[in-house]
């Protein structure tokens, strides 16, 4: 991956995952890019040292890395699901700063014929902003949904960790993204694991936080999985390379481990959503603690 992140940190703005497409079944699913943005790179490889993480991934003279925000559109199903929204543009210039976002969703949904309105459901896999960012835009002091005709899914758990803005996390949870669909009744909150559209459901994996859901995507036989910040690059892969963000990080190794003892021997395709340059791949075990990556072809 060495080259190609190079590549994406000197040409952040035109290269990302945007676009992609691959079939699952009766399934299509399409990565529609937010864009890509910045994040610290000590907070992304937590305990791991810079010797090791940057034979792996590039960073600049902040040591900030280059991460995608990738979210996935199934289409093919009864109903049409768009899964994580992105980082959003509601960000105040302070902020902005920071992730420098490029907040593209919107306009390459719409550049690929994808109507806002004709989004059924939004499944949000946890309420950190930059997974729930595009649920709502400013309009003046008003805050409108982004997808006027769909249902919204939380895990109701994050909903009320985020309410109670612990010192830690509160950043991460800006409730103009969730709070004005809960209001109006167009944001569910999800008590448990369910199926929400067939052949979509949503299963909870504690370790970035204590309720993030993946999404599960099964039809025909075949299987894939938006695994959310399970494993958020693939520079992940390996079982103790966690984020300094993940609240439970002994259960992101376990559950990443039990994840794999079922993703690597079903053939499960697994989405990444913050990798700028890998949407997608087949998880291989490599032995001792180690996993690689078969990646394959678009449609
Ligand atoms: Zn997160």
Not at 143 to 166: C, D, I, M, N
Not at 255 to 281: Q, S
Request: glycine share 8%; hydrophobic share 35%; aromatic share 10%.
């Amino acid at each position: 991956m060495s080259h190609l992140a190079i590549d994406v940190a000197t040409e952040k703005a035109t290269v990302t995952t945007n676009g992609r497409r691959i079939a699952v079944g009766d399934f299509e699913l399409t990565v529609f890019s937010d864009g890509n943005y910045y994040n610290d790179a000590g907070a992304m490889f937590g305990i791991i040292p810079k010797p090791l993480w940057s034979r792996k991934v590039a960073s600049d003279e902040k040591n900030r890395v280059v991460l995608g925000l990738n979210s996935l559109l199934i289409r093919g199903g009864r109903q049409t699901v768009l899964v994580d929204t992105g980082i959003g543009n509601k960000f105040d210039e302070r902020v902005r700063k920071v992730y420098e976002p490029e907040s593209r969703l919107l306009g390459n949904l719409t550049d690929a014929g994808v109507a806002p309105d004709s989004i059924d459901i939004v499944i949000n896999t946890h309420l950190h902003f930059d997974h729930c960012g595009w649920n709502t835009v400013r309009s003046g002091d008003r805050v409108l949904p982004s997808f006027p005709r769909a249902t919204y899914y939380a895990p109701e758990g994050e909903w009320q960790h985020g309410q109670k803005q612990y010192l830690r996390d509160r950043v991460s949870y800006i409730s103009d993204n969730y709070n004005p669909l809960i209001e109006s009744g167009q944001m569910k909150l999800l008590k448990e694991d369910r199926e929400i559209t067939p052949g979509v459901s949503v299963r909870t994996i504690p370790g970035h936080t204590r309720y993030m859901q993946a999404v599960m995507i099964e039809s025909q036989g075949k299987k894939a999985c938006y695994v959310s910040d399970l494993i958020p690059t693939v520079a992940h892969l390996d079982l103790l390379w966690v984020m300094a963000y993940d609240l439970f990080p002994m259960e992101t190794i376990e559950n990443k481990r039990r994840f794999y003892d079922e993703a690597i021997p079903g053939r499960r395709l697994v989405i990444f959503t913050h990798d700028p340059a890998i949407p997608w791949g087949y998880v291989k075990d490599l032995g001792a603690g180690k996993y690689g990556i078969d990646p394959v072809g678009s449609l």
